[in-house]
């Protein structure tokens, strides 16, 4: 099935925050944000901005009704700060104008006076200071001390990764619309409708049903999305409470670069021990979380760091900590594969240092090491369906590695100004929100009188195809036709207290509670058909919209058949509920079952670097990827192109840099690089694992969004590869992204 959005995209016809037709009377909002990192303010003459023609009035935290506060998991975070900041792009006022540039003119009619204080931008700074968001954390199995003597080979070292600008194409905004008795309509472009919503309510002070918050799709969330709509969506509300005035907000790119948090960058410490067969015996890291200045989502993110530090490899002896450090920063959030890859880059790093050492492949140590049903991972839960040695040994057949290693070897033989690098990575990667409580979806369903069918669930739509899957999930079981279904907005007042669209476990949980909305009434409906056809609800079918009768056609069709169920007074609407079975974790001793299923799978990635140039292409990456039995091939392989561009993206060009006052330098397209067609692999070949799928994955289908980001990670290491080969003075470093400036450096290093 084509992706039920295709048509709208191309036309342009599809409809975000922006397309909403404003209202009459409409303001627009306007944050003013803190122009220093970490300060007292002394400060604030708002006289000329406010006298400036067309401004409705300035909003800051003494106008909030209830509590300035937003902070999701600790409250933490002011909506607008109050006499102190904390980061560049601290909003610390609403403007409200007749048109938006109005309000941006008297944005910079505002005279701040900042004492500043002291600036950290470095989390190993942080630690040091003691400024850690909340307590460490030690995911520990066996007893690595024990085993450091029984290791043939040990290495340590230090390996970190930056963090990434999300570069959603929409960027951030909400528009809130008042209604009678003090309700408020809120459109948000957001990943958590409930979140905006709760939050909302909180700072205005109003309970929960007084917001509605509806989301017709996003233009990219990635995570930025899951945690950091929710100022703007309050904002717009707090807005519209206060001026009576429907209120849009929504952020210029620049603006929403400044103000928002990014991936986090990690800076982390490894020690590694193997055993002469090339066993990974035991493993020790420690993680430094840059969680810029407030939890945001940092606590989630830093548990899955430490669920995922070994990636795909069974290790006995484990122990790794993970310190959350508080710098003055914009706070860092959700971004595809949540704290996940910046765990699993750094046992990658690991390997890699002890395969150079050791002048073997790092191929060699990965093979070794992978996981095999009955392994424990280091948080207790016991590998089944393990996929890691069956993808690993398919990418090696399907796309003969032998010959590929052999051809890169040739060509470097040949070539004195181009290397050519190869890795191959693997990735394991846990479906579930690693926060038990929030394995649970509801679906709603209503089929009309006319037979045509209408869809709500808590699930948005993001580009990642979600609600083409929730249409097949219904159409699959009622046996019609589906343009006959219909998916509705994610709106708060039809599908309540709903999860955010994140885990890449949303057609999981959503899909899994429409299905428990489906299969009822369809039972319904049978039930109506065999009383009319005289027979036993089990003889009865439908399909293609026709009923069947002990598999014989009869007259009755769809229309015809819910028509008399309507007629009889069957209820035609279900609302469904799922939550994820087996499942949990008691972190009072960090152990327990978190996730429903892993994902896994191989990538082999190819790079050539320019060496006179410090460039570099990637000729292809061959991946076997573990689907389950993919409901929707196009959505799924589109999802791992992305991520895996995305991956890249990450590791090899997207330089994210702060000054050490705290301001953000690459602050704009022409600063910040994300791939491009033409930094886009030159071939992606995706190889899809037979397994029988898994039984909590919705019709087998594995959860496919964020996994595949990981393949990335493989480009690292490829092209250190390269380095290598046309420099043998070049010493192995952990540092991505790997900028074409770093691979020069590299390339002439002595
Ligand atoms: N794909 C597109 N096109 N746009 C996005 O914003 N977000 C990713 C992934 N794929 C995203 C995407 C992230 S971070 C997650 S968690 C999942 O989609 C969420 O959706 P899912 O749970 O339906 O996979
Ligand atoms: N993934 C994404 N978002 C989340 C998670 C998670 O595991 N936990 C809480 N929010
Ligand atoms: Mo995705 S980072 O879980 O929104």
Same mark, same amino acid.
């Given at each position: ?98 048109? %938006? ?203 899955? @760091? ?41 046992? &990658? ?84 929100? #690693? ?101 036993? @609800? ?5 399909? &293609? ?42 972190? #009072? ?27 570099? &292409? ?33 590791? @090899?060009?997207? %330089? ?7 301001? =953000? =330098? ?24 037979? @397994? ?59």
């Amino acid at each position: 099935m084509k992706n039920i959005d295709s048509k709208g995209h191309v036309r342009g016809e599809s409809i975000y925050l922006d397309d909403i037709p404003v209202i009459t009377g409409t303001l627009y909002g306007v944050v003013f944000d803190s122009p220093k990192a970490h300060g007292k303010i002394k400060n604030i003459d708002y006289s000329k901005a406010q006298n400036l023609p067309g401004v409705e009035r300035i909003i800051t935290y003494k106008d909030v009704p209830s509590e300035n506060q937003i902070g999701g998991i600790f409250p933490d975070e002011p909506l607008f700060a109050e006499d102190e900041v904390h980061f560049c792009g601290q909003p610390i006022a609403l403007i409200l104008a007749e048109s %938006e540039s109005i309000a941006r003119k008297a944005r910079k009619l505002i005279e701040i006076e900042i004492e500043e204080l002291p600036v950290i931008v470095d989390p190993r700074e942080a630690r040091e200071k003691d400024q850690l968001i909340f307590p460490p954390r030690t995911f520990n199995l066996g007893d690595t001390s024990a085993t450091w003597n029984d290791c043939e080979y040990i290495f340590e070292g230090v390996a970190d990764s930056n963090g990434q600008e999300h570069l959603y194409i929409e960027t951030q905004g909400a528009y809130a619309v008042p209604m009678e008795n003090g309700h408020i309509r809120l459109s948000s472009s957001t990943q958590g409708p409930t979140a905006v919503q709760k939050t909302a309510a909180k700072v205005l002070g109003i309970p929960m049903h007084k917001i509605e918050v509806d989301v017709v799709r996003l233009g990219g969330g990635f995570g930025g999305k899951e945690d950091q709509a929710t100022p703007w969506g309050v904002m717009a509300a707090l807005g519209a409470q206060i001026a009576k005035n429907p209120v849009k907000v929504a952020l210029h790119r620049m603006d929403d670069m400044r103000m928002t948090g990014k991936r986090h960058p990690y800076k982390s410490d490894y020690k590694i021990g193997l055993s002469k067969e090339l066993k990974i015996i035991a493993y020790e890291a420690t993680f430094h979380q840059n969680a810029g200045a407030a939890a945001d989502l940092s606590p989630a993110i830093m548990e899955r @760091t430490l669920f995922h530090a070994t990636n795909s490899y069974f290790v006995p002896n484990v122990n790794v900590t993970a310190y959350s450090c508080k710098t003055n920063l914009p706070p860092n959030t959700a971004f595809r594969g949540f704290g996940g890859p910046q765990g699993m880059y750094v046992i &990658e790093a690991a390997i890699a240092h002890a395969a150079n050492e050791l002048n073997i492949s790092p191929h060699k140590i990965q093979e070794k090491n992978l996981f095999k049903n009955g392994d424990e991972f280091s948080f207790g839960q016991v590998v089944d369906q393990a996929q890691a040695e069956s993808s690993w040994s398919a990418v090696k057949d399907k796309f003969a590695l032998e010959a590929l290693e052999k051809e890169v070897k040739t060509f470097n033989q040949e070539n004195k100004h181009f290397k050519k690098g190869l890795s191959l990575m693997p990735i394991c990667f846990g479906i579930s929100f #690693t926060n038990t409580p929030m394995n649970h979806a509801r679906a709603l369903v209503h089929i009309y009188q006319d037979g045509s069918v209408g869809i709500s669930t808590g699930a948005v739509e993001m580009g990642q195809g979600v609600n083409t899957k929730m249409v097949q999930v219904a159409a699959d079981i009622f046996k019609i036709n589906t343009d006959k279904i219909k998916l509705e907005t994610t709106n708060t007042t039809r599908v309540a207290n709903t999860s955010p669209t994140a885990a890449s476990a949303t057609a999981d949980l959503n899909g899994k509670a429409l299905e428990n909305d489906c299969n009822p009434l369809l039972k319904r409906l049978k039930e109506t058909a065999s009383k009319h056809l005289d027979t036993v @609800t089990s003889a009865i079918n439908i399909r &293609e919209g026709i009923v069947y009768d002990n598999d014989e056609k009869t007259d009755l069709n769809w229309e015809k058949l819910i028509e008399m169920a309507f007629l009889e007074r069957v209820c035609l609407t279900e609302n469904g509920h799922y939550a994820t079975p087996l499942i949990h974790f008691d972190k #009072t001793i960090e152990k327990g079952h978190p996730f429903a299923y892993h994902v896994y799978g191989t990538a082999i990635s190819i790079v050539t670097v320019d060496c006179i140039r410090g460039t570099y &292409e990637f000729d292809a990456i061959k991946i076997v990827h573990d689907f389950g039995k993919s409901m929707n091939t196009a959505i799924d392989n589109g999802q791992v192109e992305g991520a895996l561009v995305q991956g890249i993206g990450w590791m @090899t060009m997207e %330089e994210l840099l702060y000054n050490d006052d705290g301001k =953000l =330098l690459s602050n704009a397209l022409s600063t910040y690089k994300i791939p491009d067609i033409y930094s886009a692999p030159k071939s992606i070949e995706i190889e899809a694992l037979t @397994t029988e799928g898994h039984e909590l994955a919705i019709k087998k289908s594995k959860a496919v969004g964020e996994p595949p980001l990981m393949y990335g990670i493989g480009a690292y290491f490829a092209i250190q590869n390269a380095v290598k080969a046309f420099n043998p003075n070049y010493k192995l470093k952990f540092d991505a992204p790997f900028t074409p400036e770093k691979v020069l450096m590299g390339l002439y290093e002595r």
